[in-house]
């Protein structure tokens, strides 16, 4: 069965650290690959996806992912955080059948000012 | 507000109780998804309709769920004879899907409904 990882379940930064969130999938064929982010209170927003083409995708408020197809990854970065960050983060792949999302567990990200 | 929105976004029940849960997707979206999330938990799919057909509905949890959209515009998800383990969040995103290959269609979500069974 399709799966994701994601592997820090809860990161603590500082202000204009740089931020790493790891994502990996089990599946190999077509990927759509998606980021999402939950800031306290609001609902699920789309922050950035990958279908295909540029496997370096860049999404809103400075966020951007890689693809990197041989480590089934999609590894979510910015180079300098804010407070206004914080928020759970999940990274989301759609099923063979192309319907669902599989979501990983979601990473809490802490930003201190 | 064009977004997709829930009713109601709270909901507390007593064990045995039949709870409805409405979602009303935004406007041109042809497809409807249901997902839930537990504490600690990424969302997990239940269920979705293209138009007004249920197309998949192999994931929803028991026979105790069940889900309609109608004339292909809002749907509800029902939840008969509650237990507590069904307490979670009721999560209800629509998508617009063009085309019969692999879609590339981007799903956007609701405020969920926060189910207590007491």
């Known amino acids: 069965a399709q799966s994701v990882s994601q592997h820090n379940h809860h990161v603590i930064l500082s202000e204009a650290a740089s931020l790493e969130l790891g994502c990996n999938y089990s599946?190999?064929?077509?990927?759509?690959l998606f980021w999402y982010v939950q800031y306290p209170g609001q609902h699920l927003q789309l922050l950035l996806k990958?279908?295909?083409?540029?496997?370096l995708v860049k999404g809103i408020k400075g966020f951007e992912a890689e693809f990197i197809k041989s480590k089934f990854s999609f590894n979510l970065r910015k180079p300098s955080v804010q407070w206004s960050d914080t928020a759970e983060y999940f990274c989301?792949?759609?099923?063979?059948?192309?319907?669902?999302?599989?979501f990983g567990k979601g990473t809490t990200l802490s930003v201190s000012s | 507000d064009t977004g997709v929105s829930q009713d109601p976004r709270h909901k507390i029940t007593k064990r045995g109780q039949n709870v409805t849960f409405r979602c009303d997707p935004i406007?041109?979206?042809?497809?409807l998804y249901w997902y839930r999330q537990t504490l600690g938990q990424g969302p997990e799919f239940l269920t979705y309709?293209?138009?007004?057909?249920?197309?998949?509905k192999s994931r929803l949890l028991s026979d105790r769920f069940s889900a309609e959209r109608p004339k292909g515009s809002f749907s509800t998800l029902e939840i008969q004879r509650t237990e507590q383990g069904d307490s979670a969040m009721y999560l209800c995103?629509?998508?617009?899907?063009?085309?019969?290959?692999?879609?590339?269609?981007?799903?956007?979500f609701g405020p969920g409904t926060r189910l207590t069974v007491l």
């Open positions: 995103a629509s998508s617009l899907v063009v085309g019969s290959e692999y879609p590339t269609d981007t799903q956007y």
């Open positions: 990958y279908f295909s083409g540029d496997p």
């Open positions: 989301a792949v759609r099923n063979q059948a192309g319907t669902a999302l599989i």
């Open positions: 309709f293209q138009n007004e057909a249920q197309l998949e």
């Open positions: 599946y190999g064929g077509t990927v759509n």
């Open positions: 406007s041109e979206h042809n497809r």
